[in-house]
């Protein structure tokens, strides 16, 4: 005995479109093949759902039923009786009713939706699809901190030009005669629990519900061949190690006019050899004398766009950071920049002149440069930290 429709839905017979809706989406969710992998019990519910909501959210199916019941609207045909295709919730429209619903019907919606692979793409049509192609894009850190337009040469599958993709000679492809041009079979097995129907792909076609008649001989009928492309890139500023772009349709070229896959484009960071990141910020190490140190002055500093005139202030201490506002990397969202940093070192050098060191020897004999001089913060802390390591 068919379950009522309204039941497998769990509503009220008055239930409105919306409530109809409402209840499909939380079931539908529920059994999910991608949620349920391997469990019969679930598709099967899926598909009793799917069916009952075709024909509750069509006003002229719903009335038919009303007045009619399953006979009204020919479900029987569909719930596994006979090989026709007519009347019942084909497993197709069902794919893309939900594709619909969740993503307006873009095409690798249905995978966004659920996180799951691209195994199940071909169903929304019949034919299979290309393979997602993953390329890694080397960008240095200038690039990055503005975003670069790339224009990259791929080796990918691309239809084949012989045949114009279609994989026949001729152009000639007939219907497959074992799914009428679906893709699918169905197989019905008995039970004593009942029957069950079980979909599967053709496999006579594949899966792509047509037979070709007269392979094409530059590409053996597959309709694709191994062919270079170039692809323009757009690389926003602010991107990190390991991010992604997608690029929809563009990856490897879909057998025999199927959908071509997406191509994914991995983002790798090349290491500087002037500044290290730290977010949307950089840093960059300088060393100084010490006379300019305690003096003061101003000193050219690289930046990711060019040199920039920097003021060490006088007195500066080692490890400050001085901060070159906006010179940073752009913001992945929105607008504005990230700063630059540069972190001030003492240079103290290893080889000096004879005059330099006689200079030196003059400095060492006053007694004001010295830490004992001075009665201040910085000395003191110096002092304490020396006694803590020594006692
Ligand atoms: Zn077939
Ligand atoms: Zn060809």
Redesign the pocket.
Known sequence: MKKEYYEVLGVPRAATKDEIKKAYRKLALQFHPDKNPDNKDAEEHFKEVNEAYEVLSNDDKRRRYDQFGHAGVGSSAASGGGGQHGGGADINDIFSAFNDMFTGGRRGGFEEAFGGGGQRRGRAQAGISGTDLKIRLKLTLEEIAKGVEKTLKIKKQVA??????????SGATESCQTCHGSGEVRQVSKTMFGQFVNIATCPTCGGEGRIIKDR??????????LGEVTVKVTVPSGVENGNYLTLRGQGNAGPRGGAAGDLIVVLEEIPHELFSRNGNDVIYALAVSFPDLVLGTKVDVPTLDGAVKLTIPPATQPETMLRIPGHGIGHLKGSGKGDQYVKVNVYVPKDISHQDRELLKEMQKSSGISPSAHNDKDAKGFFEKARGIFS
């Open positions: 084949c030009k012989e045949c114009n993709g279609s994989g026949s000679k094409c001989p530059a590409c053996y009928g597959e309709g694709i061949k």
